[in-house]
């Protein structure tokens, strides 16, 4: 197989170890890769080997073969990841080496502006292009007022409509996935992911079910996949992700409210909290209709997340090299006995 098809370039050959060849990872489970090779698809051990932020292979991630052994990742040009689940924030890595990240929702029951704002906050940090995808444009009875409130809370972002259905609006989802370009979907489970991977790939890669009676997604797919498309671009279905943390940098949260950074450069005071001081620009944008509060409210809400999360990582590097300390010390004494 011709691996620019996969979006393989000409300068990642210096990049390969010795004796190596290039692999795309399709698929990451049980300790084992599925991956896309020149000579056809294969399944590989892994050998331990970790990128340069020390996670493991991820789905889009290209890797040296030696034999059937993955021997290294490959340096990464884009990474679509979240700090996992729980007290620790974990960086794990969704996808990797992607060009577009498709923040998808449905058009049914409201637009989740808040919902769609924390994925394009990750999406902008990952380093690939994010559009919107509104899926269920056959269930909504004014997509053009829905797209432009979407629009309205997404600057600098494109907003596509789309049915899975009846195929109005995949047109324009294709134009962005030429070959070689690598998008991954990210949403909520229940909001049409799957029915949309199957309309692209023009055939069933990912099950379908309907929502549950409590309103809530259900999750059909269940690990992430790499997929080709027929016109020759790469699709990363991911499973729904019912928590999502925002990554360590910051940067996308900067770009996804991008409208409220800026009011904030008119403020008096340097310091301003955009509360109660006099002179803000944030309020006077609030005040004259130019900024929705709620944004301002979403901002806070996830620049306080961030916050804590950057805490608890310094408290677990701060533990980690006291416990390094300890070990080192522990070794000293043990050689130190051993040596009388």
Known sequence: MDLTALGWTADRVAELPSGCEPARVLRVDRGRLTVQAADGELRVRVA?????????PAVGDWVALRG??????LPRRSAFSRAAAGRTSTLQVVAANLDV????????????????????A????????????????DLCADVTAAVELVAEDAPGVPVLAVSSSTGDGLGAVRDLLGPGRTAAMVGHSGVGKSSLA??????AVAGTQGIRDDGRGRHTTTARQLHLLPGGGLLVDTPGMRELGLPDDGGGLVQAYADVVEFATSCHFQDCEHRT???CGVAAAIDDGRLDP???????????????QRVRVDARTRSEERNRLRAARRAGRERSARSR
């Open 122 to 137: 990750v999406a902008w940090s990952s380093g690939a292009a994010p559009v919107v995808v509104l899926t269920k444009a």
């Open 198 to 203: 199957n309309a692209l790939c023009g055939r």
């Open 68 to 73: 059937d052994l993955a021997v290294a990742v």
């Open 294 to 308: 709620a944004r301002l409210t979403a901002w806070r809400k996830l620049q306080g997340e961030l916050h804590r």
């Open 277 to 279: 001081e006099p002179g």
């Open 101 to 120: 990240v498709l923040v998808v929702d449905a058009l049914v029951g409201g637009a989740r502006l808040r919902r769609i704002e924390r994925y394009l």
């Open 48 to 56: 331990g080997v970790r990128s340069v932020d020390g996670t493991g």
